[in-house]
């Protein structure tokens, strides 16, 4: 089973993976907890070229690409061996996230975004996203209460209107009508959040 947990930066994800693996850990099954970009030692170098806010001339399409590149990596090291010998897969941000950020974010063209996309993944979809919807200022505000304001990331640093249009990219994403998205209230206590995902799995009968 592969999971993702997506949303805007401070809307709880990293804290919900956690709280999801060791349920699922609970219950005897093996589960993997990864994240994006990253997972793997090649894909954490990415991230870390990524992330850091000295890269500041970072071209859109370079960011976009390097996203891909993590990806990939990620994909072949890490998420299809584990899920091909039998274990749940639970990632923090998938490809979602580069449609949300890079596409809406970013603005560049949701086409090209989608077709990096595709050659990044080969059409390899997770079974269930969460999405976390958060008003982008509130997961903003979080994020600088719990970590203050000079340790943000290169991304995190990005200016409220970047992240208003990120916040609509989620929107729309959940708007599509796939089966695997489901929607969560980020705004209440991180039980009541866990909950509620507890309860959509079962209401499919993954749990």
């Known amino acids: 089973m592969f999971i993702t947990l997506e949303g805007v930066d401070g809307s709880g994800k990293s804290t919900q993976a956690r709280k999801l693996e060791?349920?699922?850990?609970?219950?005897?099954?093996?589960?993997?907890?990864?994240?994006?970009?990253?997972?793997?030692?090649?894909?954490?170098?990415?991230?870390?070229?990524?992330?850091n806010p000295d890269n500041d001339k970072m071209h859109y399409a370079t960011e976009l690409m390097l996203y891909a590149a993590a990806r990939r990596q990620h994909l072949e090291e890490l998420i299809l061996p584990a899920l091909k010998r039998g274990a749940w897969v639970i990632c923090d941000r998938f490809s979602d996230s580069t449609i949300a950020y890079q596409g809406y974010?970013?603005?560049i063209p949701l086409e090209k975004v989608e077709e990096i996309n595709r050659i990044a993944t080969e059409g390899i979809k997770p079974e269930v996203t969460f999405i976390f919807s958060l008003p982008a200022n509130v997961g903003l505000?979080?994020?600088?209460?719990?970590?203050?304001?000079?340790?943000l990331d290169r991304l995190e640093a990005e200016q409220g209107d970047f992240y208003k249009r990120v916040a609509r990219g989620f929107e729309h994403i959940a708007t599509q009508g796939e089966h695997r998205i489901i929607t969560i209230d980020a705004s209440v206590s991180e039980e009541e959040v866990f909950n509620a995902m507890l309860v959509r799995l079962k209401d499919r009968g993954m749990i």
């Open 22 to 51: 060791e349920f699922l850990t609970a219950k005897g099954l093996e589960v993997v907890l990864t994240r994006e970009p990253g997972g793997t030692d090649i894909a954490e170098q990415i991230r870390e070229i990524l992330l």
């Open 105 to 107: 974010g970013r603005e």
């Open 141 to 151: 505000e979080r994020i600088k209460a719990k970590r203050g304001i000079g340790s």
